[in-house]
């Protein structure tokens, strides 16, 4: 293949004088080229002309068509030691200036979106997306949560030595060939063919503009949804980390729900954005039966992980009652959830010898009762705390919304347990049974609730953590 061949194929595709290219190639995908990778260069900017320009990336393995550019005497390369270009051309100059002293490596005030901004294209010849840089750009303006800030680096600009960083900067894999038949379909993207090459145009402002668009409807849209691709998988978490945090209430998991093992409730957290958990099973044995030297090492392992342990809880009282309350003394849980039962009084009581807050949940009991039981323990400067459990009042008959909540409960509310059932205590997923947990989780955030809401156990039977996390996401997202 001869240069004449290949500017016939680029007029083809519409460029022209003045035009700017960012291009990303592969010199083997073209087959036999007179000239190699030195005609390719001069096939652009005899398109291109004076006024034209030619950027292509430098950072990372290098190609043979980038190295040849970057080497001719004319280039002009950005200063950036993680996301640097090298450009030929009228506007090189102002494309590449002052690089590294962006605020992120891709985003405003970089040669990448600098090229948008004068109307430029991306150019794949013989590569896919998964090769377009442009797209990095797009996820820093966004500021999408799994990117990172870089390692600090330290390299010469005509300022002198410089160290710096650089926040928003991409990681591992992203299902970015995924995005070309979007692209595609939107009319952004010309295909053609150069020798054996399949070569892609679009212009540069198009694509940022509707996949920013695409990216705030849906921060996740880059990523793919292999459950067994760890990358995207530990991505995924780090958005819906940050959809939790949005919120005034802390969202945390039962033990149970996360996983039988401490290893699996770690991971379990780890790869659904949960950084809270109330432990109330280990191995299958009830948090009040286990020994504290136990207990002290599940909370110590699962705080290394990251997941801070919010209380312990009682599936019932019982002798060992007063001891939990000693074991979140002594590991620094600051709550420890019991059934609202008659020896309620005597748990007070030592919660407060040992500085341990308290919180009462309903078990086989309605709103009137349950009421009564919280007012009389209730005195002048002491809390008297209520885990609200929707799910348990719609098995005592009641509507949890309408009727319980509404009972005088509301005030006593310091944690509401996330899970749904009918009147016939079936579990549901949330939302779908009589406990009206929507309801229930649309009044709170109307009040700025600042308690925990605790995906509970009875979620297993509609799916693992990864489910109900999702599940609960999605209920919020219909408020």
Known sequence: MYRVDIEAKLRGL?????????????????????????TVIDSFLSILG?????????????????????????S???I????SVAAIGGKATEICRDHWKAETAHAQQTPYTRIADL?????????????????????????LPYLNRTQEATFSTPEGDVSRSWPYFPGPHRDFIGLDKRLRDGGIVRVGRIGNAVVRLMKSRELIDALLVDGKVDPAFVLCGNPNCADCVRQQAAIQRQRIRNENFTLATSGLLAGRYIPQMSESCRSTGIDSIELDYIQGEP?????????????????????????????????????????AAECGVPRVVFPL?????????????HGVSISFFNVHLGSVSVY?????????????NLTFSASNFAKAGEKPFLTSYNAKLKRFTDQLDLEDCTFDGTYTRLGMGNAEIKELVSILRCASFSGYMVLGAGNRTEGDLWASVEGFLHLLDSI
């Open 76 to 78: 002009v390369s950005s």
């Open 372 to 384: 009564e039981r919280l007012a009389k323990l209730k005195t002048p400067g002491q809390d008297i």
């Open 50 to 74: 004076e006024e034209g320009t030619l950027v292509v990336p430098t950072f990372g393995t290098l190609g043979v068509i980038t190295e040849a550019l970057r080497a001719r005497s004319e």
């Open 287 to 327: 948090a009040q039966v286990i020994p504290r030297d136990r207990l002290s090492a599940a909370v110590s392992d699962l705080t290394a992980d990251g997941c801070a342990v919010i209380s312990f809880r009682a599936s019932s009282v019982t002798e060992h009652a007063t001891s939990l309350i000693e074991s």
């Open 14 to 38: 519409g460029l022209k004088q003045s035009d700017t290219v960012l291009l990303h190639s592969s010199l083997s995908s073209l087959g036999y080229v007179d000239g190699g990778a030195e």
């Open 80 to 83: 950036h030691p993680r996301a």
């Open 341 to 353: 039962t008659e020896e309620a009084a005597d748990l007070i009581s030592s919660a407060a010898e």
């Open 119 to 143: 109307g430029g294209y991306v150019c794949l010849l013989g590569v896919d997306q998964d090769r377009n840089t442009t797209l990095h750009a797009v996820e820093a303006l966004l500021k």
